[in-house]
């Protein structure tokens, strides 16, 4: 499957999930703040991106679970280095770059880009 078919499928999830518009899914756009997304939404999409796709995606493997409340990985508001290695580790299809130039606790959710979800995907299928 191309870089473009991957695209195409993850923006007619995001686009069934979120009830958005094709055009407001680009590769930049966060699923929260450009896309609306809740955390109830990140169970939707996992789903239909598992049926989609036709493969698993463990519990915390897309979108990790309870990193931001741990103290050792955010401390007085901000992402630690450790917390900022954790996610990484966990998240290998995400841009930190972002988050590394603000490592606000409020800014996390800017990894989470419609390209970061299409580069999961690939890693998935191992394309």
């Known amino acids: 499957m191309t870089h473009d078919e991957v695209f195409e499928k993850v923006r007619e999830v995001l686009v069934d999930a979120l009830a958005v518009d094709d055009d407001e899914v680009k590769p930049d ?9 809740e955390s109830i939404d990140f169970l939707d999409i996992v ?8 493969f698993k995606i463990e519990q915390g493997e897309l979108f990790p679970d309870n990193v931001m409340q741990d103290p050792e990985f955010v401390q ?5 280095d450790a917390g900022m290695a954790t996610l990484k580790e966990r998240l290998p299809h ?13 800014q996390v959710g ?3 880009t419609v390209d970061a979800l299409v580069k999961f995907v690939e890693r ?3 394309s």
């Open 29 to 37: 756009a966060t699923l929260t703040g450009d896309l609306g997304a």
């Open 47 to 54: 789903f239909k991106v598992e049926q989609v796709f036709g």
């Open 76 to 80: 007085d508001g901000k992402v630690t």
């Open 94 to 106: 995400a841009d930190f770059s972002k988050l590394e130039a603000n490592p606000d606790v409020t």
């Open 110 to 112: 800017e990894i989470f």
């Open 124 to 126: 998935k299928l191992g």
